[in-house]
């Protein structure tokens, strides 16, 4: 793995939602729409929070939301072209930024070439071996399907073509400037099958890195036995909303001791916010709080993403229906307009927050010390790394809270003061000290 990813910071959109495509496929036969070339105009914002990498949802042809994928070398043409994905990549990359796609291997759509075999053919067609066909369905045989859903075809990851389709891909894309993967459902993947893809997409791009979708358990097992480089940090996500909101920071130091573990194994990809879950700005009950999750982000160790829109406090559900997403996947204006109120207040606070971590980039790599304080509303811990230190305060009550720090300390940022070592931070606020 390449050292730039620790000095990386994403800006993660979802493309079909941004550029207001259609719900579903276009037509055989209709031209593309450029639209993806609109996101050239929105990397000034990026780089002005200080974000360098643009984390890009599903671009490849689909039948709908982008996960359902009939063809991984086309560029959806509700999003234009491959020359227009091309036009994107040069302009990240002239503007040095890094750019991320999102692969999805664990399932394809029905429209895709290999199903549509099967579907016209019949189980006895060499397509068949691509997926698990077993049994009778309303096709005239069953599959397996990615957590029920109909539409979407598991793969036979034991089959050798469907490694080697993996390798294609991944490898195609690399060769025309893409620099990190995201993969898609990557905990219902045999991790034996990416130990066997990713080597081989390596041996021409040593410098990819690549995440893998994990929701729950032993992440530094699963980085270990798969060869991805991390995975999303779905622990970390759920405790900072919701010991925010239930103003119970036992829960977040324990995350917090955590996510220090798994951080000495690898850096995680730590985010508040995504395009599979209900906005933080919904999601917590004091609105106050989301300074001190925007902290938690900006301080941790590993590697963080800011979901679109999230810099400005937008409001979105998640919901358990069709279309239930749509809410935290709206579409953005063609052109960056200048924000007003709280979410001009949100994005300096991003934008202060991230310079921190532009300022000390040990961060990415950091320790976690055991909690100097803790209480149910107020947590101060260390990261240190080398000669560097950065406490971090957090206090969730109605009241100040004095916190007694290792080191004489002067204030980095945040709401509170520092007196040679006591420190008092402002009711719902957090503060970051360094040593004097």
């Given at each position: 793995?390449?050292?730039?990813?620790?000095?990386?910071?994403?800006?993660?959109?979802?493309?079909?939602?941004?550029?207001?495509?259609?719900?579903?496929?276009?037509?055989?036969?209709?031209?593309?729409?450029?639209?993806?070339?609109?996101?050239?105009?929105?990397?000034?914002?990026?780089?002005?929070?200080?974000?360098?990498?643009?984390?890009?949802?599903?671009?490849?042809?689909?039948?709908?939301?982008?996960?359902?994928?009939?063809?991984?070398?086309?560029?959806?043409?509700?999003?234009?072209?491959?020359?227009?994905?091309?036009?994107?990549?040069?302009?990240?990359?002239?503007?040095?930024?890094?750019?991320?796609?999102?692969?999805?291997?664990?399932?394809?759509?029905?429209?895709?070439?290999?199903?549509?075999?099967?579907?016209?053919?019949?189980?006895?067609?060499?397509?068949?071996?691509?997926?698990?066909v077993d049994g009778d369905g309303p096709d005239g045989f069953g599959y397996r399907t990615f957590e029920g859903h109909g539409?979407?075809?598991?793969?036979?990851?034991?089959?050798?073509?469907?490694?080697?389709?993996?390798?294609?891909?991944?490898?195609?894309?690399?060769?025309?400037?893409?620099?990190?993967?995201?993969?898609?459902?990557?905990?219902?993947?045999p991790p034996e099958f990416w130990r066997e893809v990713l080597p081989r997409v390596r041996e021409r791009h040593p410098d990819?890195?690549?995440?893998?979708?994990?929701?729950?358990?032993?992440?530094?097992?699963?980085?270990?036995?798969?060869?991805?480089?991390?995975?999303?940090?779905?622990?970390?996500?759920?405790?900072?909303?919701?010991?925010?909101?239930?103003?119970?920071?036992?829960?977040?130091?324990?995350?917090?001791?955590?996510?220090?573990?798994?951080?000495?194994?690898?850096?995680?990809?730590?985010?508040?916010?995504?395009?599979?879950?209900?906005?933080?700005?919904?999601?917590?009950?004091?609105?106050?709080?989301?300074?001190?999750?925007?902290?938690?982000?900006?301080?941790?160790?590993?590697?963080?993403?800011?979901?679109?829109?999230?810099?400005?406090?937008?409001?979105?559900?998640?919901?358990?229906?069709?279309?239930?997403?749509?809410?935290?996947?709206?579409?953005?204006?063609?052109?960056?307009?200048?924000?007003?109120?709280?979410?001009?207040?949100?994005?300096?606070?991003?934008?202060?927050?991230?310079?921190?971590?532009?300022?000390?980039?040990?961060?990415?790599?950091?320790?976690?010390?055991?909690?100097?304080?803790?209480?149910?509303?107020?947590?101060?811990?260390?990261?240190?790394?080398?000669?560097?230190?950065?406490?971090?305060?957090?206090?969730?009550?109605?009241?100040?809270?004095?916190?007694?720090?290792?080191?004489?300390?002067?204030?980095?940022?945040?709401?509170?003061?520092?007196?040679?070592?006591?420190?008092?931070?402002?009711?719902?606020?957090?503060?970051?000290?360094?040593?004097?």
């Amino acid at each position: 793995m390449s050292d730039w990813i620790r000095h990386a910071i994403w800006w993660q959109v979802y493309p079909l939602g941004f550029v207001g495509a259609e719900r579903t496929a276009l037509p055989d036969g209709e031209p593309g729409r450029p639209r993806l070339r609109q996101l050239e105009a929105w990397l000034p914002h990026l780089l002005e929070l200080g974000c360098n990498g643009l984390a890009l949802g599903p671009v490849f042809e689909s039948g709908t939301h982008g996960y359902d994928t009939v063809d991984h070398f086309r560029v959806d043409r509700r999003l234009g072209t491959e020359d227009d994905l091309r036009h994107v990549i040069a302009a990240c990359h002239d503007s040095g930024v890094k750019i991320l796609l999102d692969g999805v291997f664990n399932h394809v759509g029905r429209g895709h070439a290999r199903f549509r075999d099967l579907l016209e053919h019949g189980p006895q067609h060499p397509s068949a071996a691509w997926f698990h066909v077993d049994g009778d369905g309303p096709d005239g045989f069953g599959y397996r399907t990615f957590e029920g859903h109909g539409g979407l075809v598991t793969l036979d990851h034991g089959n050798p073509e469907v490694v080697d389709h993996v390798v294609e891909v991944l490898t195609t894309w690399c060769d025309r400037g893409v620099d990190a993967w995201r993969l898609d459902a990557a905990y219902a993947v045999p991790p034996e099958f990416w130990r066997e893809v990713l080597p081989r997409v390596r041996e021409r791009h040593p410098d990819l890195w690549v995440v893998g979708e994990v929701i729950h358990g032993d992440y530094a097992d699963f980085v270990r036995r798969s060869a991805v480089d991390s995975v999303t940090q779905y622990e970390l996500w759920k405790a900072v909303w919701s010991s925010l909101n239930d103003r119970n920071l036992f829960e977040l130091a324990h995350a917090v001791q955590r996510h220090g573990e798994f951080a000495r194994a690898f850096l995680p990809q730590t985010f508040v916010g995504n395009h599979d879950v209900t906005r933080l700005a919904s999601r917590l009950t004091d609105p106050r709080h989301i300074r001190l999750a925007v902290a938690l982000l900006c301080t941790l160790p590993g590697v963080p993403t800011v979901y679109y829109g999230d810099e400005w406090a937008l409001r979105g559900v998640k919901e358990d229906r069709e279309g239930g997403d749509d809410a935290v996947r709206p579409a953005f204006a063609a052109q960056p307009e200048r924000p007003e109120g709280e979410a001009a207040a949100t994005e300096e606070l991003h934008r202060r927050l991230i310079g921190v971590r532009r300022r000390n980039p040990w961060l990415a790599g950091a320790t976690i010390g055991e909690p100097d304080l803790l209480t149910n509303d107020v947590l101060a811990f260390a990261l240190t790394a080398g000669d560097e230190t950065l406490e971090v305060v957090l206090n969730v009550g109605d009241v100040p809270a004095d916190v007694q720090l290792p080191f004489e300390g002067r204030v980095e940022d945040g709401d509170g003061t520092v007196d040679d070592r006591n420190a008092r931070v402002e009711p719902h606020a957090y503060l970051l000290v360094r040593p004097r």
